[in-house]
């Protein structure tokens, strides 16, 4: 099993940035592909972001597309998201997830792990 434990959320304003964070524990030497997802209040949960497991692709959604950036460090099990110019809209809990193939893209159904989800608010 791994586990998955998200960090980095918070409060800020229009125009700023945030990292999150999101540590793998366990059995990483099964970790593959690694994504980001969204959940909004009152909206369904939405692909952000995916890497893969050596981190050479990366793949966004349209709505974060030149202003969010995955990345990841395997010496630490760790992926990352670097949110810049953030918007009232990028209001969500953020979730981790972490896929057994090397490259997984935009379907939940894709993952087989999940963090606790991380809150980023955005403020106006």
């Known amino acids: 099993q791994v586990q998955l434990v998200g960090s980095g959320g918070g409060l800020v304003q229009a125009g700023g940035s945030l990292r999150l964070s999101c540590a793998a524990s366990?059995?990483?030497?099964?970790?593959?592909?690694m994504g980001w997802f969204r959940q909004a209040p009152g909206k369904e949960r939405e692909f952000v972001a995916a890497?893969?497991?050596?981190?050479?692709?990366?793949y966004y959604a349209d709505s974060v597309k030149g202003r969010f950036t995955i990345s990841r460090d395997n010496a630490k099990s760790t992926v990352y998201l670097q949110m810049n110019s953030l918007k009232p809209e990028d209001t969500a809990v953020y979730y981790c997830?972490?896929?057994?193939?090397?490259?997984?893209?935009?379907?939940?159904?894709?993952?087989?792990?999940w963090g606790q989800g991380t809150q980023v608010t955005v403020a106006s």
């Open positions: 997830a972490m896929a057994k193939t090397y490259y997984a893209g935009t379907y939940q159904r894709e993952y087989d792990y």
């Open positions: 366990g059995r990483t030497s099964s970790s593959g592909a």
């Open positions: 890497i893969s497991k050596s981190g050479d692709l990366t």
